[in-house]
Structure formats: C-alpha cells, structure tokens
C-alpha cells in the first residue's frame, strides 16, 4: 500500500520558515520517482509548487528562489524548504507521487500524480 505522509505545517510569522517532509513508503523505488509539492486554499484547484524528479527540481516561477525542494534516497523523504514566507503561502500543502515517467512540464499538473498524502496546513501570520 502506498501511502504519502506529510508533516512540518504550522503557524509561523512573515518571513520565517518552515520545512515540509514527505515520507513515501510503499511504491518500490520511490527514492527516484517524481514527487511533488503542491498547495490549495478553500476554493480554489491545487496549485503547483514544486517537483523532483531523480536530479531535476522544477518550481513555479512565483516561489523560486524561496522554497527549494529536496530528497533523501536513504529516507524515502522528500522535503519542501519555504524561507520568506508571507501571509499568500497560508495553504494547506500536499505531496503526490506518481511512478509514472512524464514530460517534465506534465508535472505542473495534479491530474499526473496517482498518489497523495493527506495534507499539512501551513498558516502564515502577518
């Protein structure tokens, strides 16, 4: 069974920081399959933060340079680095993973990940 369990969320003030860790377990070689990082606010879809897949990270262009994400292989973890953040981050931030190889830009869009974890609220107090 494959399960994505994300945790780090909490309450933090403008411009400081939080790190978001996904642990996968249950999808055989998942320390090379592409994970992402996304985020939804009531309302609206999930939005597109970040994805590694084996070496390449890929961000949306609005948060580069403040979040970095990162792997460790020996962990199975997956981590969201988020510096500077501002009162616009409050979210609440999912991981997915997919085993599936794809273009790289279709990582940008939920609908290409099969797995998800349940979601980690990250508020951020002005």
């Known amino acids: 069974q494959v399960q994505l369990v994300e945790s780090g969320g909490g309450l933090v003030q403008a411009g400081g920081s939080l790190r978001l860790s996904c642990a996968v377990s249950?999808?055989?070689?998942?320390?090379?399959?592409?994970v992402g990082w996304f985020r939804q606010t009531p309302g609206n879809e999930r939005d597109f933060v970040a994805v590694?897949?084996?070496?390449?990270?890929y961000y949306d262009d609005s948060l580069k340079g403040r979040f970095t994400i990162s792997r460790d292989e020996d962990k199975n973890t997956v981590y969201l680095q988020m510096n500077s953040l501002k009162p616009e981050d409050t979210a609440v931030y999912y991981c997915?993973?997919?085993?599936?190889?794809?273009?790289?830009?279709?990582?940008?869009?939920?609908?290409?990940?099969?797995?998800w974890g349940q979601g980690t609220q990250v508020t951020v107090s002005s």
């Open positions: 997915a993973a997919t085993p599936i190889f794809r273009d790289s830009n279709d990582y940008r869009r939920a609908t290409s990940y099969d797995y």
């Open positions: 249950g999808l055989s070689g998942s320390y090379y399959y592409p």
């Open positions: 590694v897949n084996w070496n390449e990270r």
